[in-house]
C-alpha cells in the first residue's frame, strides 16, 4: 500500500517551524493570485512550462504536485507566491515553507529530466505594483535528493502509522454492524439509498421525517461505502449546533468509546467559540499560545490523533496540554480525521477550509448535508454583501489621515449614485462602476495602511475593511442570480444609503462544490417540492430523489385546519381572540405542553397577553429577541414530562427545528401563520426575478420557505412511534388544494 501526499501538504508538516503569525499581511484573494501566477507566467520565454506535474516515490510513499514553472532554456525551476504591502514583512518561516516547496519539486524535476543541477527562484509578486522580487540559488540534483529524502523520512513515520489506520479502519468499516437490533420504519430504506448512492458516486436528495434516526440511517451506510469507494473523508455538514451534538452522538453509537477507535471523528467549531484569549492578536508576541505554536504542534498533533471523537472539548483539553491554540490545532486536525463534523460554511463558503484541503490534497469526499433545506437560505447568505454609508461615515472620524483621501472620494462617487435614486429603494441593473473603483481604491489604501500598522487592525477599520473586501470579491461575480439594490434614508439634511449584492441562486456556487465530492447525501424532512431544491442549489441532473415512508401513523396526529381564522396582517387584530379561545379550549379538553407558533413576536405577544389576561391560571412562557443558548436552554427545560402549559416562539426561529420533545414533554402545537416571508420591496423584487428564471416567482419567494417552517414546525409533536398529539394550522389558506399538497403524506386532516 502507498501514500500518496502532495508537496505542499508534505513541507507543511515538515518545514513550518516558529510562531503562529496572523499580523496583518493583506493576502490576495484566490482570484487575485490566479490572475498574479497568469501575469508571472506570461511574461517568460516561449518555451516556458507553467503547472508543470511532477511526481516521485520514497519509500511507500508517493509525493506529487505542480510545480508554478520551469524554464527549460535558463534550467530554472520557479516557485511563485502573490503577496501585497511590505516585502519584508512577510515571516521568516513563511520563507523557510517556500524553498522547502522549492527544493522538493526541484528534486522531482531532476529526477523527472535526468538534471545533474537546477536553478530554484521563488518568485514573490506584489499583485498591486505587479512588481517581482526574486531569490534564485542553484542546486545540485545530489543535495535535492538529499533534502527530498529527509523531508520524506520525517513524514514517513508518520505516513506509514496513518496507513495503519487506514487499514484499520476500512477493515472495521466492512464488518461495521447497525447498531441497534433493528431498523425504524423508513431508516432501511434511507440507508439503503445512502449506500446505493454513494456506491456509484452520485447524489441524492432524500426527504425523511423527523424521528427516524435520519443521522444514523445516513452516516452508517456511507462509513460502510468508505473501503469500496475509497473515501478519504466523510464530510457531515450542519446547519446549527444541535445538528452537530447528534452527529457526534451517531459516531459514539457506532463506535463505542474504546481505545484506538478505527475511526476519527473531529468537531468544528467558529474560531470566536474557540479561542481562549478573544482580546489578544494572533501571533507570539501577542497570545501564548501562538508562541512556538509550529513547534509544539507535532507533539499535540500525536496526542490528539489518539483520541476520538474529538468535539470541542476534548480538542480544548488537548491543545492547552501542549500549549498551542486550539482553534488551530482543529485546523489541523481536519488534515488526518475521517469524519469531520463542521458548519455549512466550512465546505460551501467563499474561503471554506474544508473545500480548499479536499482540493489542494485531491481527497476523495462524500458530503452528508444535514437538514439540507436550511442550505438555500444560509448559502444566499455566504455569497451576499453589503455596505452601509453611515458605517462609512464613522469610520472615517476615527481613521488616520493617510486614509482621508481615499475615503472622501468613495463617499463622493457615492452621493453621486443618489442622483439616479428613484425612490427610497431601488434595485439597478447594473453596478457602479466609479463607486466599485473608489472602493478598490479604499481597499488597497487600508490594506497597505494596516500592514505597515498591524495594530490597526481592530475596531471599525477592520470591519469595515473586511465588509468592503467581501462587496468587492461579490461585485466579480455580478449576474443575474444576483439583485444589487440600494436603500436611502435620510439623516438631517443629508441622504445616506446602504448598497445591497443579494444572492438569490447560490447554485453556480453549490453546485460545483457538490460535483467535486464522490457523492452526496442531502436529507431533511422538508424537500419539496423538489425542483426548487435542484434550481436553487445546482444538484445534477442525475440526482436521485426518494420521499422515505413514514414511522408514524395518521392515528397519532391529530390534524386540524381552522379556517375560519385568517392571520393575514391585515385581520391580525380580528384573530386575537379566537386564537386564545382556542388555545384555551384544547388546553381545557387535554391539559399538558403546547407550542404555539406565530409569524412575529409582536402578534406573538399580543395573542400571549390576551390569554395571560383572560385565563390568568393557564401557564405560559415565550421566546424572546436575541435569546443566548442559557435563555434557549430554560425555555426547552419549562417543558416536563409532568408540566402543563403554552410556549409561545416564532416560526423560523430557534424551537421551529431541531429541537427534541418526545412523549408528554409537547403533546400539541398551533401554528398561526403559513410562515410566508414579509411582502417588502426586497421579497417582490426576489419574486419577480424568481418568475423570470424559473416561472414560478410567488411559489418560490413565498409559499416554499413558508410551508417548509410550517412541517418542520409541526414535525415537533411527533417524535416517537409511542407520541400521541394534536396540530392546529390556523389560516384559511391551509384550506388551499396548493398548500396541503406540500405537507407530509402521512398527515390525515380532521
Request: aromatic share 10%; glycine share 6%.
Amino acid at each position: 500500500m502507498s501514500y500518496r501526499v502532495a508537496v505542499r501538504a508534505l513541507c507543511e508538516f515538515t518545514a513550518k517551524a516558529g510562531d503562529l503569525d496572523l499580523r496583518f499581511t493583506p493576502s490576495p484573494t484566490a482570484q487575485q493570485g490566479i490572475a498574479g501566477h497568469r501575469t508571472v507566467a506570461s511574461r517568460r520565454s516561449a518555451g516556458y512550462q507553467a503547472e508543470l506535474s511532477l511526481e516521485g516515490e520514497f519509500g511507500a510513499l508517493t509525493v506529487r504536485g505542480r510545480a508554478d514553472g520551469y524554464d527549460p532554456a535558463a534550467n530554472v525551476l520557479e516557485e511563485v507566491k502573490t503577496y501585497r504591502g511590505d516585502f519584508t514583512a512577510i515571516p521568516a518561516n513563511h520563507r523557510h515553507l517556500h524553498w522547502a516547496q522549492a527544493r522538493v519539486y526541484g528534486w522531482l524535476l531532476c529526477q523527472s529530466l535526468q538534471l545533474p543541477e537546477v536553478n530554484l527562484a521563488l518568485v514573490y509578486f506584489d499583485i498591486v505594483s505587479e512588481q517581482e522580487t526574486r531569490l534564485q540559488e542553484t542546486w545540485s540534483a545530489a543535495r535535492l535528493q538529499a533534502f527530498f529524502n529527509q523531508q520524506c523520512t520525517l513524514f514517513l513515520t508518520w505516513a506509514d502509522q496513518e496507513m495503519a489506520h487506514r487499514q484499520a479502519r476500512d477493515a472495521a468499516a466492512r464488518t461495521m454492524a447497525f447498531p441497534h437490533a433493528q431498523f425504524r420504519t423508513g431508516q432501511r430504506a434511507l440507508a439503503e439509498a445512502v449506500y446505493k448512492t454513494a456506491s456509484g458516486g452520485r447524489c441524492l436528495m432524500a426527504q425523511a421525517p423527523t424521528g427516524i434516526g435520519k443521522t444514523i440511517g445516513t452516516l452508517f451506510p456511507l462509513l460502510k461505502a468508505m473501503p469500496a469507494r475509497q473515501l478519504d473523508k466523510l464530510l457531515f455538514l450542519t446547519a446549527k449546533t444541535p445538528g452537530r451534538k447528534l452527529a457526534l452522538d451517531a459516531a459514539r453509537v457506532l463506535y463505542p468509546q474504546a481505545a484506538n477507535t478505527p475511526l476519527r471523528v473531529l468537531e468544528l467549531v467558529a474560531r470566536d467559540k474557540a479561542c481562549e484569549y478573544p482580546q489578544n492578536a494572533c501571533n507570539g508576541d501577542s497570545c501564548p499560545l501562538a508562541k512556538g505554536f509550529y513547534d509544539r504542534l507535532p507533539a499535540a498533533r500525536l496526542a490528539a490523533v489518539a483520541h476520538s471523537p474529538l468535539d470541542q472539548q476534548t480538542l480544548r483539553d488537548v491543545a492547552l496540554a501542549h500549549q498551542v491554540c486550539p482553534y488551530y490545532l482543529s485546523q489541523e486536525m481536519a488534515r488526518w480525521a475521517d469524519l469531520v463534523i463542521a458548519d455549512y460554511n466550512y465546505y460551501f463558503d467563499f474561503t471554506a477550509l474544508l473545500y480548499g484541503l479536499a482540493q489542494a490534497n485531491q481527497w476523495r469526499v462524500a458530503t452528508l448535508v444535514d437538514e439540507a433545506h436550511n442550505l438555500v437560505e444560509r448559502a444566499r447568505q455566504m455569497y451576499s454583501a453589503s455596505l452601509d454609508q453611515q458605517t462609512l461615515n464613522s469610520v472615517r472620524q476615527d481613521a488616520p489621515a493617510a486614509l482621508d483621501k481615499v475615503f472622501k472620494r468613495l463617499n463622493r462617487e457615492w452621493n453621486a449614485l443618489h442622483k439616479e435614486q428613484v425612490g427610497p429603494y431601488q434595485v439597478h441593473g447594473q453596478l457602479p462602476a466609479k463607486w466599485l473603483n473608489a472602493l478598490a481604491g479604499c481597499i488597497t489604501a487600508i490594506g497597505d495602511y494596516l500592514n505597515d500598522h498591524p495594530q490597526g487592525l481592530a475596531g471599525n477599520l477592520q470591519g469595515f475593511y473586511f465588509d468592503a473586501l467581501q462587496f468587492n470579491r461579490v461585485a466579480e461575480l455580478f449576474d443575474p442570480h444576483f439583485l444589487f439594490d440600494v436603500s436611502l434614508t435620510e439623516s438631517g439634511k443629508k441622504r445616506l444609503s446602504q448598497l445591497n449584492l443579494r444572492n438569490i441562486v447560490p447554485a453556480p456556487f453549490i453546485g460545483p462544490r457538490l460535483a467535486s465530492a464522490q457523492s452526496n447525501v442531502l436529507f431533511s424532512a422538508t424537500l419539496s417540492p423538489r425542483t426548487y431544491y435542484t434550481h436553487l442549489l445546482g444538484l445534477p441532473t442525475d440526482a436521485v430523489w426518494i420521499d422515505v415512508e413514514s414511522p408514524f401513523h395518521a392515528r397519532q396526529l391529530a390534524v386540524h385546519v381552522v379556517s375560519r381564522i385568517s392571520t393575514r396582517f391585515v385581520h391580525r387584530q380580528a384573530s386575537l381572540e379566537p386564537i386564545v379561545e382556542l388555545i384555551a379550549t384544547q388546553f381545557a379538553q387535554r391539559p399538558g405542553n403546547y407550542l404555539a407558533f406565530f409569524s412575529s413576536f409582536d402578534y406573538l405577544q399580543q395573542v400571549a397577553g390576551l390569554l395571560a389576561e383572560r385565563y390568568p391560571h393557564l401557564p405560559q412562557w415565550a421566546q424572546s429577541r436575541r435569546m443566548d443558548e442559557a435563555a434557549r436552554q430554560g425555555f426547552l427545560d419549562q417543558f416536563t414530562l409532568t408540566g402543563q402549559g403554552i410556549g409561545f416562539a416564532v416560526l423560523g426561529g430557534a424551537f421551529g427545528e431541531g429541537i427534541d420533545l418526545p412523549g408528554a414533554r409537547l403533546i400539541g402545537a398551533f401554528v398561526a401563520t403559513l410562515g410566508l416571508a414579509q411582502l417588502n420591496p426586497v421579497n417582490e423584487q426576489i419574486k419577480q426575478r424568481m418568475a423570470a428564471l424559473f416561472g414560478a416567482g410567488y411559489d418560490y419567494t413565498y409559499l416554499y420557505p413558508g410551508l417548509q417552517k410550517v412541517v418542520q414546525a409541526a414535525g415537533r409533536v411527533i417524535r416517537t412511534q409511542d407520541d400521541q398529539g394534536t396540530l392546529f394550522l390556523i389560516d384559511d389558506r391551509f384550506a388551499e388544494a396548493k398548500v396541503q399538497q406540500l405537507f407530509p403524506r402521512w398527515w390525515q386532516l380532521g
